[in-house]
């Protein structure tokens, strides 16, 4: 058998996925017969190039030289039928169908393009057309390869009509389940049947699988040409759950094929303000102007309350901002009610995490964190911010600087000056006489200095804050020291009123 012939066996045999190449060879016996159809010698010299481009897989050249081979006799069967094999050697099954259709009606007996039209009609699932070729090739005088093909077909295509009445009986008594089964079965053979994919994705809607539905829909759309109604079902269906940027996008496809399309249109106003306030809420969140984020986020609550994936985003989002803006008590109520919806959801415990840090609610904190470890270990911003609460949960059990002013950890400097210098006032050790009071007061006055002075610096106070105290000699190698080892002759002199503002204050202690 020459090299070339065995070639197109094979690429047939990929194109109607039969392992037997003695099937494919079935189709070639009108190659060799060129000369009988009177054709032209340029027509000739076409055929037998494009012949030889296919056998060496130049599909797009050989496609070239059959188009010219047509063009230069539109009665050459050959033509078509080669023509047909590169379209489906190309995916291209829409192509090849009037090109088979064409070589039927030029030359009725040709059983090889039957075979090949009723392969493809099965495929599409036009059951009764690829029966009507499978039964005319048995008619035909077929070989015996034909023969058996067309036999086999015609029972496999009986099968396909047995499945889809289950399946249609199934869909009608609202078994769902019963009628994917049997849709799955026929799907596996009718693979280009758009309405077969249309109906297992309403299958697939009623079972509550959205996603699944979305699949056979997006077949379906470039199976079926000007496919309207499935670009707005998976428009819907992305909005559903919550992709407003895809459903977007799936509408505007409707509207393109469609501008006038009710539906579609008033889908696409409704997406469109959405996405208008959600991208404009994400931006300020970008800007970091939560205030504002959040109100954009409750305004999209109000345009889309009937759909629970909109809320539920936004507010994810609004526990966001409100912990970012340091706003814990209300992030701590918001982020509890996303997570009564979504216990797993990662952001709202990393979120919810941040703002008990800011509570000094620790426990709580590595609490979250951890949970969130859970469902994504491999997150850098978790682990780190377990490892600070952590750290600061640790700290908290020895000296708390934010405590000894009694200011919130997230305290302005301002506030941290004012705070500092009432206690300084009312602990200075000149203010006692008796020895007990005035040794306490030495101890309380240090502490407050420390405080101030670690927490006034915006270096010393990130480390604090981050759970490391940068006047411990423990936690600090090689330099600092303890502040509450300093004795009170080291901050003699020192007036602990002339920092953080414009004033200047002397007191006179009897």
Sequence with gaps: ???????????????????????????????????????????????????????????????????????????????????????????????????????????????????????????????????????????????????????????????????????????????????????????????????????????????????????????????????????????????????????????????????????????????????????????????????????????VMKTEPSVSEYTIRSKERICHCYSKDEKPVEAIRVCSEVLQMEPDNVNALKDRAEAYLIEEMYDEAIQDYETAQEHNENDQQIREGLEKAQRLLKQSQKRDYYKILGVKRNAKKQEIIKAYRKLALQWHPDNFQNEEEKKKAEKKFIDIAAAKEVLSDPEMRKKFDDGEDPLDAETQQGGGGNPFHRSWNSWQGFNPFSSGGPFRFKFHFN
């Design 1 to 299: 058998m020459p090299v070339e012939r065995m070639l197109l066996a094979w690429l047939l045999c990929e194109i109607f996925e039969d392992n037997d190449t003695s099937h494919a060879l079935i189709y070639f016996h009108p190659f060799e017969n060129g000369a009988e159809c009177g054709v032209n010698a340029d027509v000739e010299k076409h055929l037998e190039l494009g012949k030889k481009l296919l056998a060496a897989g130049q599909l797009a050249d050989a496609l070239s030289q059959f188009h010219a081979a047509v063009d230069g006799d539109p009665d050459n069967y050959i033509a078509y039928y080669r023509r047909a094999t590169v379209f489906l050697a190309m995916g291209k099954s829409k192509a090849a169908l009037p090109d088979l259709t064409k070589v039927i009606e030029l030359k009725m007996d040709f059983t090889a393009a039957r075979l090949q039209r009723g392969h493809l009609l099965l495929k599409q699932g036009k059951l009764d057309e690829a029966e009507d070729d499978f039964k005319k090739v048995l008619k035909s005088n077929p070989s015996e390869n034909e023969e058996k093909e067309a036999q086999a077909q015609l029972i496999k295509s009986d099968e396909m009509q047995r499945l889809h009445s289950q399946a249609l009986d199934a869909f009608e008594s609202s078994d769902y389940t019963a009628a994917i089964t049997f849709l799955d079965k026929i799907l596996e053979v009718c693979v280009w049947d758009a309405e077969l994919r249309e109906l297992r994705a309403e299958c697939f809607i009623k079972e509550g699988e959205p996603r699944k539905a979305i699949s056979d829909l997006k077949a379906a759309s470039k199976l079926k040409n000007d496919n309207t109604e499935a670009f707005y079902k998976i428009s819907t269906l992305y909005y559903q759950l919550g992709d407003h940027e895809l459903s977007l996008s799936e509408v505007r496809e409707c509207l393109k094929l469609d501008q006038d399309h009710k539906r579609c249109f008033a889908h696409y106003k409704q997406v469109k303000k959405l996405n208008k306030l959600i991208e404009s809420a994400e931006e300020l969140i970008r800007d970091g102007r939560y205030t504002e984020a959040t109100s954009k986020y409750e305004s």
